[in-house]
Structure formats: structure tokens, C-alpha cells
């Protein structure tokens, strides 16, 4: 398997931290959650696929009573050759999760599942098509940046006064930050 060097330690720290919820039989609270889907919104999976001329062909998990068709994503190359090997037909492709998102809704897929065989976390269909995502900010194809003169001019008009006031007052704590 060639490595992509993909990791998602913020990612993997907050699915260990639901994880840790889901074993005692409890809830997660919602600010771990949206922590969770923040950090899956900038997150890119490996899902394992094969690529040939015309399209991709991605690897998809069966449940054993064959009710649910999950794709399988993975957090980082170490955790997609723990579950497959190394000697695999299989290439581990790396998207933003939109793009498995988008994938679900034109086929007979019902959800993801983060790292299969370690602690699986499963988010169906449903779910992940309602997240609340930021927007992909597009740039314009012929954008070629900002000159010279256009960056001394927003150096020279950026100003910090906030930060500068909040820390010349002697009760704030950078820890508040």
C-alpha cells in the first residue's frame, strides 16, 4: 500500500473522548459532539477504492444480517492497514468527508464507518447529510493572489487593538483565550 501520510489526531481524540461516553452507556454532551463535527468537517478520510481509467470503485461493508451497506473511512494509513494488511489490491483514497456525503446520496450506501475493527463509529446517512459543515470556500481559477502593494496595504491597516487590550489589562489570563 503507498502511504498517503493522512492523520486526523484532533479527529481520532474526539471520537476516542465519544468513545469513552458510548462504553459507560451514556451520552455524550453536545459540546463534544459539535467538537466532534468540526473536526470532521476538516478532516480527510482514507476509504479504501480501486481506481481505474473511468471511474473509482469503492470497497463497500455489508452488515452480517445484510441489512446495511456501510462505506468505510479511515482516520489515517495506520488505521486503514490495521483493519486490510499491507498487501492489499486496494488503494486507500483520501476526500473530505462532503465528498463520501455526496457519494451516499447516489447510491444504496446507509452510512460511514470510522476505522471498522478498532472502536467503529457508525453515522448514518441521515445524519451526516444534515450535519451542519462549514462551507468549502472555492477560489477562483484565475485569482493569482494579492500584489505587493495590495499586502503593505492591508499589513499597514491591520490592527490588533483588542488583543493589545486585553493584554495590557493585568486581570485577563491568556488561559481565557
Not at 465528498?99 to 445524519?127: A, C, Q, R, T
Not at 481559477?141 to 493584554?167: C, H, K, R, V
Request: aromatic share 10%; no cysteine.
Amino acid at each position: 500500500m503507498e502511504r498517503t501520510f493522512v492523520t486526523n489526531n484532533y479527529l481520532m481524540n474526539k471520537i476516542n473522548e465519544i468513545g469513552k461516553y458510548i462504553l459507560n452507556d451514556e451520552e455524550a454532551p453536545d459540546d463534544v459532539f459539535i467538537s466532534f463535527i468540526k473536526e470532521l468537517g476538516v478532516s480527510n478520510l482514507l476509504a479504501p477504492g480501486i481506481v481505474d481509467d473511468e471511474a473509482i470503485n469503492f470497497e463497500v461493508l455489508t452488515s452480517d444480517d445484510e441489512s446495511v451497506n456501510a462505506l468505510p473511512v479511515f482516520s489515517d494509513d495506520d488505521a486503514f492497514i490495521d483493519y486490510y494488511g499491507e498487501d492489499i489490491d486496494l488503494e486507500a483514497i483520501a476526500n473530505d468527508i462532503r465528498v463520501y456525503i455526496e457519494l451516499m446520496g447516489e447510491s444504496e450506501i446507509d452510512g460511514l464507518v470510522i476505522n471498522p475493527g478498532n472502536l467503529e463509529f457508525y453515522l448514518e446517512k441521515e445524519v451526516l447529510e444534515n450535519l451542519p459543515l462549514n462551507p468549502v470556500i472555492e477560489i477562483k481559477d484565475d485569482f493569482e493572489g494579492y500584489g505587493p502593494d495590495q499586502l503593505q496595504n492591508i499589513a499597514q491597516n491591520a490592527t490588533n487593538e483588542s488583543l493589545i487590550s486585553f493584554m495590557n489589562d493585568g486581570d485577563n489570563h491568556f488561559e481565557a483565550l
